[in-house]
């Protein structure tokens, strides 16, 4: 059963930029045919997807946030990372990483972590 | 962007009652070359991650109930709930994989009546 737990500062500065982590068990990242990615949630809102990262290396990202994040894999510690850069406050989010299937082209989320509460506030 | 739009924002159904919500896409979600609609479903209840229920428009995910059940394909497509039960009650979101940019729907709230 694969578990995904991630981490990361409740609180940023505006400007600054966000860190999170995403610590994967009972599954390697490095498993054939699985993205690793990061979906947030504003509060009272819908979800929204940042990015993802193949097994391979092979990144996603979604367009209107590209110029700002960054997502990477350490196989070594079996661990997904995001960055986000010069954050403001419409940031603010719960932040899920998760684990997606690809079949037959089809991109879905089957594994979630529980989220970190991120707000950006000086 | 594929916009995905829900309808309707809410609802309240009785107890063993059926339970429908729609999502339409604004661009056909229909892989043409196996027949395949990139489409999923999820389920949030207060305080949890998501749940992925359905994928490829109307393949249950191992383990969810045969109560839910996914249909549609092109542009429009439904979420239906048979027999609703308490512990149904979530916060209910499509999401499209066609495009490589992924989006979700606004996402419909499932009540008791």
């Known amino acids: 059963q694969v578990h995904l737990q991630g981490s990361g500062p409740g609180l940023v500065k505006p400007s600054e930029t966000l860190s999170l982590t995403c610590s994967v068990s009972g599954d390697s990242i490095s498993s054939y045919g699985y993205y690793w990615g990061w979906v947030r949630q504003p509060p009272g809102k819908s979800l929204e997807w940042i990015a993802n990262?193949?097994?391979?290396?092979?990144?996603y990202y979604n367009p209107s946030l590209k110029s700002r994040i960054s997502i990477s894999l350490d196989t070594s510690k079996n661990q997904v990372s995001l960055k986000v850069s010069s954050v403001t406050a419409a940031d603010t989010a719960l932040y899920f990483c998760a684990r997606a299937r690809s079949q037959r082209g089809s991109v879905h989320f089957d594994n979630w972590g529980r989220g970190i509460q991120v707000t950006v506030s000086s | 962007d594929i916009v995905m739009t829900q309808s309707p924002n809410s609802l309240a159904v009785s107890l063993g009652e059926r339970a429908t919500i729609n999502c339409k896409s604004s661009q056909s979600l229909l892989y043409r070359s196996n027949n395949k609609n990139y489409l999923a479903w999820y389920q949030q209840k207060p305080g949890q991650p998501p749940k992925l229920l359905i994928y490829w428009a109307s393949t249950r995910e191992s383990g969810v109930p045969v109560r839910f059940s996914g249909g549609g394909s092109g542009t429009d497509f439904t979420l239906t709930i048979s027999s609703l039960q308490a512990e149904d009650v979530a916060v209910y979101y499509c999401?499209?994989?066609?495009?490589?940019?992924?989006?979700f729907g606004g996402g419909t709230r499932v009540e008791i009546k």
């Open positions: 990262i193949y097994y391979s290396g092979s990144t």
């Open positions: 999401q499209q994989s066609f495009s490589q940019t992924l989006t």
